[in-house]
């Protein structure tokens, strides 16, 4: 079943800009991560952020987490073409490494 | 290392068949899990090995199953086939020192016909 819900489905964005993605999630977590996803293909890791964390970076990403919302926002920062994809969240619980997924962001950069 | 891999890439089935999927994880890796994807309940747990023995298992039917072998390969299978079952079959696998991380594989798609 799905955790929760991304918002919004889809974002169009100009090259350059930053594009900001949401999450929201149901039951208490061990951590979230967040995963890329180019048409169709497998899933790419991009940042993994425990449930003691409230914000962590990696490269042009930024990643908030707060646990009291049940929610948490990935930000990518001056965005590229190759940057559109589909942008997944995904939680862990205490315990288990068993991923449960949003629906996902899909996210177009126009050159 | 070379990354996780699954074969086939592109399958296609006639409902009612049955189909085995594989996958192999990254050198080294002993934990494999599987998803489903589909446009409509879009990713979905299935089941995860570890060492050989199913630790945890998705709500899905008896219909699929799986299994790893002692070299870590993990196979899923499905029996009967039903036109839902088109889908993306993702594996993933992860290190016993950062099991929270998983790598995952490029998909199979199945389709029924």
């Known amino acids: 079943s799905q955790q929760g819900e991304e918002d919004p489905q889809a974002l169009s964005i100009q090259e350059g800009e930053n594009a900001t993605m949401n999450c929201s999630y149901k039951?208490?977590?061990?951590?979230l991560q967040w995963y890329r996803q180019n048409s169709g293909r497998g899933l790419v890791h991009l940042i993994l952020?425990?449930?003691?964390?409230r914000e962590k970076h990696s490269g042009r990403l930024r990643v908030t987490l707060d646990t009291s919302k049940k929610s948490s926002s990935l930000l990518i920062t001056a965005s590229r073409a190759a940057d559109t994809a589909s942008y997944f969240c995904?939680?862990?619980?205490?315990?288990?490494?068993?991923?449960?997924f949003g629906k996902g962001t899909k996210l177009s950069v126009i050159p | 290392k070379a990354g996780v891999t699954q074969t086939p890439r592109y399958l296609i089935k006639t409902r009612g068949q049955q189909v085995t999927l594989s996958c192999s994880p990254i050198s080294g890796h002993r934990s494999v899990s599987w998803y489903q994807q589909t446009p409509g309940q879009g990713l979905q747990f299935l089941f995860e090995y570890f060492s050989e023995t199913q630790r945890n298992k998705g709500n899905f039917p008896g219909r699929f199953s799986g299994r790893q072998f002692s070299n870590s390969r993990s196979e899923m299978n499905v029996s009967t086939l039903e036109l839902g079952d088109s889908a993306l079959y993702l594996c993933a696998s992860s290190a016993t020192d950062s099991p929270y991380e998983q790598y995952f594989g490029p998909g199979t798609r199945l389709t029924v016909t």
């Open positions: 039951t208490s977590i061990n951590n």
């Open positions: 952020i425990r449930s003691n964390e």
């Open positions: 995904a939680t862990q619980g205490a315990g288990s490494y068993q991923l449960t």
